[in-house]
């Protein structure tokens, strides 16, 4: 009766309504499995903040924003200097208020409950009793696993034209925004300019020192992939799009027409060959305006330095027998991770020892393949395998493995639930040319009309890269007093790069 009196309370009386800087907003607290916070701002969607573990959830629903307070704040600089401080100021208040009415809201609904079920009044007070317990437990959880830095990774669900407004730039919330009041701040800010502009979305300014890159993969000549394409590109002020691979679906030369939509995107269009993509459709794909075709080479595109391979099977479908020996593919690709390395590494004083090309990322379609660039590279872009993932390899390597932007093709109609579009938008640093944050975005598959964006941030955008250990040129000359290659690999406590004499990196 204890447990059930709490949740009746916090599910129906568990709510205020608190000024939280120029907005009223809506605090409530809902029993739940994963905890979190959640931020409804409609018409244009929703964001979730993964603030604390369950078993309460924290909803926050803007009912109103006073215009001239909302115009102070965009105008007014020492308004918006006091902003954080109002902020934290407000929202302490407004969580008091609200874990107090909680308190009593559940008092009252345990009594009741153990009132009405047992008939006894003193079994009533036990009950109120348990409920005190239970929600005082539910807030040392919610207390012990708050993280305040998860307001900077927010995952977004509603329209496109909402995120970058409501999400913000990746690269000023690494830079700017990493306190916890700040971060709020600039949460209350973008909801103002929103609210402010009304009908008309603000215009999402570029960062000149970010580097945005659309990850594309396996588009299997779906047309509706070019519609995210594009939108995604608008929104996020794209200035590469790198597609890794089955821009086709069999390779034939009728399937050429579809790449033709390249040369219409604007920007610079780096594509490396699929297993579904013929050499057909490498060349239909390279005569596009815009298009930069990477196939065992190095291109510098908008201020990255990409190598990519394409892949050296052609399995446009399952009759046709290919090479899938995962070996053979992970050996081709160690033979081409020797030829490259992170701009950072010295290159070789020898004469003998080969020159390794110096690339910020590379791509490839299958990541069996991309996975032997561990330790020769900070980052690698695949798909092939139609699942999102990362994995940070123990050498400092980031794998980045796309979805399928195409909906896997006509492949998404055979399940039940159609396929979603994925595609991913990557915040490099024009500076250092490393990842510092990405958004994975989500698309409805067909019929579907939603679109979901996690944002991630690199928690250690400049880690060293460590070569693997199969993966070291011998040194040249003798050494003495200084730690061997595979020493080295193997991340042992030495010193590295310019700090180790020639030879021994």
Known sequence: MALAGAWLGLLFGAAVQTPIGPADINMALRPSLDGGTVVDVRPLGTLR?????????????????????????????????????????????????????????????????????????????????????????????????????????????????????????AQSIVTKFSEYRGQLAKLVTNISRLYEAGSTLPIYNPDPDTIRVLHISDLHIYPPSWNVVRSLIDQFKINLVIDTGDISDHGTKIENTYVEEIGDLGIPYVFVRGNHDSMATQKAVEQQKNAIVLDDRVA??????????????????????????????????????????????????STTAPQRSPVDLVAVHDPTIGRSFYGSVSLVLAGHVHARSTELSPTGTRLMIQGSTGGAGLRGLEHE?????????????????????????TVGGFGEQRIDIRREIEADPGRTIFPEPGNVPSPSGTISDTPSPVALARRANVLYASEVPDGAR
């Not at 047992?118 to 040392?140: C, H, K, P, Y």
């Not at 190598?307 to 050996?331: C, H, M, N, Q």
């Not at 159609?418 to 040319?433: E, G, H, I, M, N």
Request: aromatic share 8%; charged share 20%; with cysteine.
């Open 49 to 169: 903040f993964d603030t604390h573990s369950g078993p309460v959830q924290l909803n926050l629903s803007i009912e109103a924003v006073h215009p001239e307070a909302a115009e102070e704040i965009l105008q007014n600089p020492r308004w918006a200097d006091r902003l954080p401080e109002t902020i934290e100021t407000d929202l302490m208040g407004g969580v008091q208020d609200l874990l107090i009415r909680a308190v009593i809201c559940a008092v009252v609904a345990g009594f009741v409950a153990g009132l009405i079920v047992f008939r006894d009044f003193f079994q009533g007070l036990w009950s109120a009793l348990g409920a005190i317990v239970v929600v005082a437990a539910m807030a040392v959880t919610a207390a012990m696993s708050f993280n305040p830095q998860a307001i900077a990774e927010p995952r977004y669900t509603g329209l496109l034209t909402g995120v970058p407004s409501l999400v913000g730039n």
């Open 300 to 349: 510098e595109v908008a201020g990255l330095r990409i190598y990519g391979i394409g892949d050296p099977r052609f399995t446009p479908d399952k009759s046709v027998e290919g090479d899938e020996d995962p070996a053979s593919l992970a050996a081709l690709g160690r033979e081409k991770a020797a030829g490259v390395a992170p701009p950072e590494w010295p290159r070789s004083s």
């Open 417 to 441: 639930d159609p396929t979603p579009l994925q595609a991913s938008v990557l915040y490099f640093s024009k500076d250092t040319r490393r990842l510092q944050a990405w958004d994975d975005v």
